[in-house]
């Protein structure tokens, strides 16, 4: 199974942009799915998640209220939708499948990632 990140780019502050993951190969369809982000010379950090059955999501403080996490199974894609974007966003954004059926914060409970996608916010 391979994921693959899509829809990043840049957009002024306020704006909104909808990342994609979709997996080809197989399914992420029993898994939880995360999102991550790492801006430079700063570490992974936990954006949100969704579980499997797309009932549940979580998200990080920084961006609780903003950004909303679906999925679509019958298309094996997931979805960020990110809204009221800040300067502090900008990151390459990552998509990453979860080992269990639960979310988790923690990147070492994912075991496949995508290979990111730049989000550049402007001030």
Known sequence: VQLQASGGGLVQAGGSLRLSCAASGGTFATYAVGWFRQAPRKEREFVGGINW???RT???DSTE?????SRDNAKNTVYLQMNSLKPEDT???Y???GRTLVISERHWDYDLWGQG?????SS
């Open 95 to 97: 998509c990453a499948r």
């Open 65 to 69: 209220g903003r950004f909303t996490i």
């Open 53 to 55: 059955g797309g009932g």
């Open 117 to 121: 996608t730049q989000v550049t916010v």
């Open 58 to 60: 979580q998200y990080a």
């Open 91 to 93: 990151a390459v954004y």
